[in-house]
């Protein structure tokens, strides 16, 4: 069974910053494809960010949203088998639930009617496998 696991959710002022991680087990191959999803305030399920499979060159192909170009950072560690989404100058419009996404075939940027909890149940689609979610809140 495939299970992902996000963590480093928090609590910041605005102009802060936060790393989120996410680890993914059970998947056939060991090079996927990550993405990470919230909820807006328009109530639409953003794809914020993604990081294709890696190569040798680049360590992936990274895609963003444009409400988050410039202040957010998708990597991941292979070694590690882990993903992260650095955070950085957070604004109260970016308070959410982030939920990573493994083995996605959509790239950041698109944005969904609806909630994230309807994507989060299509398991091994192309949103991929979802974890819980990790709370991120910026206070001004």
């Known amino acids: 069974e495939v299970q992902v696991v996000e963590s480093g959710g928090g609590s910041v002022q605005t102009g802060g910053s936060l790393r989120l991680s996410c680890s993914a087990s059970?998947?056939?191959?060991?090079?996927?494809?990550i993405g990470w999803f919230r909820h807006t305030p328009g109530d639409e399920c953003e794809l914020v960010a993604t990081?294709?499979?890696?190569?040798?060159?680049?360590?992936?192909?990274?895609i963003y949203a444009d409400s988050v170009k410039g202040r957010f950072t998708i990597s991941r560690d292979n070694a590690k088998n882990a993903m992260y989404l650095q955070m950085d100058n957070l604004k109260p419009e970016d308070t959410s639930v982030y939920y990573c996404a493994a083995d996605v075939e959509v790239t950041g940027g698109l944005k969904y009617g609806g909630s994230c909890l309807i994507l989060q149940g299509l398991r091994g689609s192309v949103y991929g496998y979802w974890g819980q979610g990790t709370q991120v809140t910026v206070s001004s």
């Open positions: 059970g998947l056939t191959s060991e090079d996927y494809a």
């Open positions: 990081i294709s499979v890696s190569n040798t060159n680049t360590g992936g192909v990274t």
